[in-house]
C-alpha cells in the first residue's frame, strides 16, 4: 500500500498534540501530511495552545510549542489529497470564517474523500452547509448545539473513543487521539500488523 496524502487545517492557537501527535504517528505509517494555515508559507511557524481540565468549569488554555507549516496555503492542489483533518483547540474559530478553508472543506465533502475532525475541529466543518448534515459526529461537548444545529447528531464519546460514521472519523479531544488515529487508518486502508 502507498501512503495517503492528508490535508492538516490549522490556525494560530490549535491544540497542540492534535497538531505533532497526529502528523507524527500518521508519518510514521507512511502518510504525508501537510499543515496549513490561511495566508502562511511553508517554513513559518503558528503558536498552538494546550487545553485542560482542572476542575474549573470549562478548560483552561496555555501556550503550546510553536508548530510548523510545511505547505504554504496558496500553494494547495486539493485533487492531490486523499483525507482532510480538521485539527480542534481554538484556531478553528477563526479558521472556520475563512472562505478558502470553506472551499477546500467542500472539496472533500463533495469528491466523498475522508473527512477526520477532533475536538473543535467540528466547527470547521459546520461552517459548510451540509457537510454534517444526516451525520453522526463526535466533538467537545461544547460544539454539540452546533452539530445539531447543522442537521448532524452529536455522539458524546468517552475521552478515550473515537466514532466513525462511513469515512468521517470524529472525537472529544487530544486524549481520544490513539483511539481517533486508529480509525483514521482504518478509513485510509493502512493495516498494522504484528509479528
Known sequence: MSGKKILMLCGEFTEEYEIFV???????????????????????????SLHDFEGHQTYIERFGHLAEIN????????????????????GPEYIRTDKRIQA????????????????????????????????????????????????????DVKPHEAYVDG???????????AAFMRECMKVLGTNITHS
Open 22 to 48: 497526529f502528523q507524527q504517528g500518521m508519518e510514521a505509517v507512511g502518510h504525508t501530511v501537510h499543515v496549513i494555515c490561511p495566508d502562511k508559507n511553508a517554513g513559518e511557524m503558528i503558536q498552538t
Open 104 to 155: 477546500m472543506v467542500r472539496h472533500f465533502h463533495e469528491e466523498k474523500k475522508p473527512i477526520f475532525t477532533i475536538c473543535h475541529g467540528v466547527q470547521i466543518l459546520v461552517a459548510v452547509d451540509g457537510v454534517v448534515r444526516g451525520k453522526k459526529v463526535a466533538a467537545l461537548g461544547a460544539c454539540e448545539p452546533e452539530v445539531i444545529l447543522a442537521g448532524g447528531t452529536y455522539i
Open 167 to 177: 469515512i468521517m472519523v470524529s472525537a472529544k479531544g487530544w486524549t481520544g487521539l
Open 71 to 90: 505547505k504554504t496555503f496558496s500553494e494547495v492542489n486539493l485533487d492531490e489529497y486523499d483525507a482532510v483533518y480538521c485539527a480542534g483547540g481554538r
